[in-house]
């Protein structure tokens, strides 16, 4: 059960879309519809923004969106925001009951 | 709205066992179709999850911990607890209990973390 890869870093501009991508195997991002991602600002809790590969929960901008490729899942932020800047990890569920999340990313936004 | 509050101490020495509860509010833990869940962030690091238990009683761990993890229920309290024995300085993290809707690794919910360090 290793972590999923996502890159260390990604930024951009305000008014921009950035995309984060999450790249697991077909054990896990692969082979289920049950992708999730996460916002988090430093030393607070991670925040739900994606479940479900593309839903959003009540209260999560439009700007957050979801999908899924074979074994990556990608999250986009479109219309970027200062309040943006966060930390964003990936988590799919992985069969067996079990859940594993990627390594997170840094967003700036400049 | 459900609400979720960890508790238990912040400083274990090595090759003890650290302790937590979560504690729910707002919403039964017996309410079926959930899953509680505990997950871990090492100091600047990512998230590592360690383990489910549903209201029933049935529990299951992250591989890499599973020797040295216990997630276990109490319905009449409204909490579950982690226990992960023989610790040392690399079990030092913020331990954040939450809830999955629905075996689906979707967090919706989650407890604001405490950390808990290993040190003599």
């Known amino acids: 059960q290793s972590a999923l890869t996502q890159p260390r870093s990604v930024s951009g501009s305000p008014g921009q879309s950035v995309t984060i991508s999450c790249t697991g195997t077909?054990?896990?991002?692969?082979?289920?519809?049950?992708v999730s991602w996460y916002q988090q600002y430093p030393d607070k809790a991670p925040k739900l923004m994606i479940y479900?590969?593309?839903k959003r929960p009540s209260g999560v901008p439009d700007r957050f969106s979801g999908s899924k490729s074979g074994n990556t899942a990608s999250l986009t932020i479109s219309g970027l925001q200062a309040e943006d800047e966060a930390d964003y990890y990936c988590?799919?569920?992985?069969?067996?009951?079990?859940?594993?999340f990627g390594g997170g990313t840094k967003l700036t936004v400049l | 709205q459900v609400q979720l509050q960890e508790s238990g101490p912040g400083l274990v020495k090595p090759s003890q066992t650290l302790s937590l509860t979560c504690t729910v509010s707002?919403?039964?833990?017996?309410?079926?179709?959930?899953?509680w869940s505990w997950i871990r962030q090492h100091p600047g690091k990512g998230l590592e999850w360690i383990g489910y238990?549903?209201?029933?009683?049935?529990?299951y761990y992250n591989a890499s911990l599973k020797s040295r993890v216990t997630i276990s229920v109490d319905t009449s309290k409204n909490h579950f607890s982690l226990k992960l024995s023989s610790v040392t300085a690399a079990d030092t993290a913020v331990y954040y209990c939450?809830?999955?809707?629905?075996?689906?690794?979707?967090?919706?919910?989650w407890g604001q973390g405490t950390l808990v360090t290993v040190s003599s």
């Open positions: 707002g919403g039964s833990i017996s309410s079926g179709g959930y899953y």
């Open positions: 238990i549903y209201y029933s009683g049935g529990t």
């Open positions: 479900d590969v593309t």
């Open positions: 988590c799919s569920y992985a069969g067996s009951y079990t859940s594993v």
């Open positions: 939450a809830r999955d809707r629905g075996l689906r690794a979707a967090f919706e919910f």
């Open positions: 077909s054990s896990d991002v692969g082979g289920y519809n049950f």
